[in-house]
């Protein structure tokens, strides 16, 4: 069950950066969330940071299917990456989509979504 959602989402995601790419070199920013010394979300085997970094090393793969789009991951191993670093390497890349990937724990079956800002300093 766990798995067919990330599926879905993952197909999901796909379908909106597929339906907005249009310009060659496209760049997307791929970044898995935590990392290293930060697991985020945890619940009996699961493991947010690893679930991640599998579903955004997948995706790029998927991604550069398409010679016109350029992926950047933010991490492509288990290392901790201050969040100011991350929006930093999409601004210095200029990318056109900056992706951070989470996967949250509720107690619940709720379909959630996260909208996270980080402004110009
Ligand atoms: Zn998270």
């Known amino acids: 069950m766990f798995v067919n959602k990330v599926k879905v989402a993952c197909a999901a995601f796909l379908m909106c ?7 060659q070199n496209f760049k997307v920013v791929l970044d898995p969330g935590h990392g290293g010394k930060d697991p985020g979300a945890m619940r009996g085997n699961y493991v947010e ?3 991640v970094l599998d579903v955004a ?18 991490r492509k191993t288990d290392v901790f990456i201050e969040v100011q670093e991350r929006t930093k390497i999409a601004n210095r890349e200029k ?8 996967v ?4 619940t079956l709720l379909l ?5 800002y980080n402004g110009y300093q």
């Open 17 to 23: 950066v597929g339906s907005t790419v249009y310009a």
């Open 49 to 51: 940071k690893k679930i």
């Open 57 to 74: 090393l997948k995706v790029g793969e998927l991604l550069k299917l398409d010679k016109d789009i350029k992926v950047i991951f933010t």
């Open 95 to 102: 990318a056109d989509v900056f992706v951070s990937i989470h």
């Open 104 to 107: 949250n724990a509720a107690k």
């Open 112 to 116: 959630m979504v996260q909208n996270l």
